[in-house]
């Protein structure tokens, strides 16, 4: 009783100041949530307006700023189609990604376990020029790259697109690291007294452990497969087995002055990806995110 | 437990055989060779011919290759200085306890990232052309501009939107990442410093950031090698006025794939190549930073 009756007289001096500063806050809370919601709006506006503008005619695209859908989708889709086989481009994607990301990600925990789990010979070392190629910019044995896949007969085929999702460092790294702290060392051991063969202590003991990390770094390797656009660009001469971010980049060649055909190719690279984004969001940032705390 | 004395190290050659036959083949092989290729006058159908430090004289004397690390180094520091600054705004507001919905802007400040950089370039060329794209429709239609403006044929618009672009790709997943550092902070800080009556601002200032730090450095690192590196987006938006919108490896594409200048294409690779190593020494010896990244 006393200590509330105490409270009491101060709180006479500071009702003033306790409701002004109620008042502030409530004031910066209230344009807090306007500039964020601002913000969201212009980040989305962009594709709104792909999305429209791909359903009017080029005319209309010329002429005046378009907020509403048009009923034109149609015949832009059809001249689109009839010139760049985008639906095509789409499944060689998918086709390419899918197989590179089960690869990428199956050898890399492969190779990250090895260096984890065995001391051989020069492991550090030979761990450290892993680490240094991460330095080393894509792009730079790109023309030695092209020569030599031309040389070997695999141009103009999948092969120099997938195999090299096998070797990738940040994924080596990424596991090694995972394989340190989710693999303990007593359960390969045990493992190894009940007779079961190396690799099947990887299939069976060590890569069911890994599983979760699995998720994590498969988006990032699916999308950047997804993304590539220089390697299928310069190694595949046939249209028809070409990515889509290739026919994207033809489309704006072909179509230059077609412009309800271009934002009808957008839509279409845009609308799949939201589909998928709009159902595993959550999964997907989280996992980014906890690919984020592990770097 | 016989078998367990049994040296098993041996065994990883194995595990990380093929990620280093993979990187050999896809990897360090293609980029030694490219070195051999830049000293060569490769053109595509001729056998390459050793012509010895041509091509790098050529390089050195080449003003379009300076022009492209200007141009790259300016699109850079203009897309990373409002790329990180609204990354941290949107994390450290969306990390706030009174944000309800939090889910639904992660998801929608990401969104752009895992579209296609080749889509969002045609996306940024579309919306910024100089006839009918929908900003100076816009523009026009609010009143603020009476004639089009012709964004992609000026030197300092052409880059500002090239830019652009880039932010645009990129702010979301920067803002992820410094909201895993931001919860990976212990709230029992936050509530000591509410107890001992520090302001928001302080908090921030005294807390957060510092904690965040190396995460912000981490970001900055690998946005000084992914930055100098961009590609696929800025060739959607073209060259520019006078190639002031030619980046370093867009010079490179052009040389070996458009003009099938293969040798000289290779020494602009390692030229490139150095151009982003010398970089990122730089970026390691901004004082604090190497300090961090080992603690």
Redesign the interface.
Known sequence: MKQSLEIKSTSVITDKELKAKKRKSLII?TL?WI??II??II??I??Y??II?STHANSE??R???MTPGDKFLDNYKRLVEVVPIWRGFANSLFITLISTVLGLY??A??G???S????KG?SF?FAC?LG?M??????????????MNEMGLINTYW?II??S??N?FA?FFFKQVADNSVPKEIV?AA??D?SR??TI?HRVALPLMGPSLATLGIFLF?GK??E??QP??LLFDNKLQT???M??S??SQFNVD?GA??V??VI??IP??IV?AIF??Q??GN???G??K? | ?F??KID?????????A??????I??????????????FTN?EGFNEPAFIGLANYERLIHDTLFYKSILNTLVIWIFSIIPQLT?ALT?AL??H?K??RGR?L????????N??????LG??????F?W??G?IN??L??IGVIEEPIYWMNNVWTSRAIVALTIM?QNF??NM??F???L??IPKDLYEAAEIDGASKFQTAVKITIPLIRP?LI?TLITSV?GG??I??AP??LGKGPDNSTVTM?MN??EA??VRYD?GY??TI??G??VV??IA?IITFLIPGVRKKKEA
């Open positions: 809370i807090i500039m964020l913000s969201a980040c989305l962009p594709f307006s792909m503008t695209i010329a005046k700023l378009l050898f890399s492969m190779s376990y090895g260096f789990k065995y001391q051989f492991n030979l892993v190629t330095m080393v910019p894509g792009q730079l044995g790109i023309i030695g790259f092209f020569r030599l120099p195999l090299p096998i070797s460092a080596l051991e190894r007294i007779g190396e690799i990887f999308i997804w993304n656009f220089l660009m310069i889509l971010p290739v994207i980049a489309v704006r412009y271009q934002y190719g957008i690279s845009i990806i939201l984004f969001s959550k997907i940032i980014v995110m906890a984020a705390v770097e | 437990m078998k367990s098993k190290n041996p065994h990883g050659y194995y595990f990380i093929p990620f280093f036959i993979s990187f083949v896809f990897g360090l092989g293609p980029i030694l060779y490219s070195f051999y290729l830049s490769w609204i949107l507001v969306l706030e009174f944000i889910h802007f992660h998801a929608i400040f990401y969104f752009p895992i579209i296609t950089p080749i889509t045609v996306m940024f060329a579309l919306m052309d006839q009918t929908s429709q816009f026009v239609s645009f979301g997943f992820l990442v909201l895993a550092g919860q990976a995460v981490f090698i100098l590196q590609f696929d060739l959607m490896i490179l594409y070996a794939f293969y294409g290779a690779a390692y490139a190549f982003i190593a990122t």
